[in-house]
């Protein structure tokens, strides 16, 4: 086959990855997968197909897997002597690295790509990655510095109403964490609404599914149990598996505060291997938590201390200092 037409059948198999990838990921991915087993795929075109894998895998849970694909992106824009693109794949790979735990590696490829995007004058790329920036201090319960990047990422996509919606949505849980929960309901309709009409059917969900957050914020746990077991089936059928552990743990804290410590035991150590078959580390050091508070509940109390030391012990690898607190 001429380079050409390998060119031209990659292209294709990157804007039907395209196009699927708001509403079906996981036939996104095979789309990349296809273009990319192609012989002699241009390394700019290569580069653009990893990239786009990288973000399906990522909204299908599989960070380790994402962030290998971020980097073979960044090799092939490397050959491509595209070195904006490069830091480009930054963006993604960030966000992937947070959830595996490599926080101070995620932080040297951050400070790297942003050295990048400045001498560029790339404001808008430079934005978005200091929303997945804030996504780290979020995680690190330090919502003040989160709110500040938010703002500061918020200015530089003056004119990309989707992703201010996703820099709302995230801001909208720094908000409820600061006892602002009616502010922060009000911006997840307001981006649900952005994201339904751009068809953005997982941005959708995922608004949905921190709107039943507030509810148990709320205190209002009987109805957060329900809203969240409403979503099961839409992240099943997106594949979202690292949505599908977080509906256990949240189960497991709901459960808690309703006094079944049985239930919450068994969402507990559903979500702990979830999360630990996804590399979530953070959420296995809750679900791992919440299940020693469940087996306090029931007078277990030797697995109930050993639990507690073996979270205490993984949040402190995660640098979450609330956590280990």
Known sequence: MSVKRVAARAQACLERAERLRPVSPR?????????????????????RL???????????GRHAEAERAYQEAARDFTRAREPVEVARCAIGRIDALMYLGRHAELRRVAAAALRRFA????????????????????????PEAAVRLYAEARRGLARDPRARARIDANRANCLALRGRAVEASRL????????????????????????????????RYAEALFALAALESSFERAGAADFRALLDLDAAEIYLRLGRPADALVA???????????????????????????RAARGEVAAARSGLTAAARAFRREGHATGAG
């Open 188 to 219: 997840l309709r307001d981006a649900r609404r952005t994201f339904e009409r751009a068809g953005l059917a997982l941005d959708v969900v995922a608004c949905d599914y921190a709107l039943a957050y507030m509810l148990f914020l709320g205190h």
């Open 268 to 294: 507990a150590d559903r979500a702990s291997g979830r999360s630990e078959a996804l590399g979530l580390r953070t959420e296995a050091a809750r679900a791992l938590l919440f299940g020693a508070v469940a």
């Open 119 to 142: 001498a560029a004058g790339e404001s808008a790329a430079a934005a978005r990655l200091r929303n997945n920036l804030a996504n780290l201090e979020y995680r690190l319960d330090r």
């Open 27 to 47: 036939e996104a991915l095979v789309e990349t997968r296809r273009g990319l087993r192609l012989v002699d795929v241009p390394p700019a075109l290569a580069g």
């Open 50 to 60: 990893h990239r786009l894998a990288g973000h399906v895998l990522r909204s299908l």
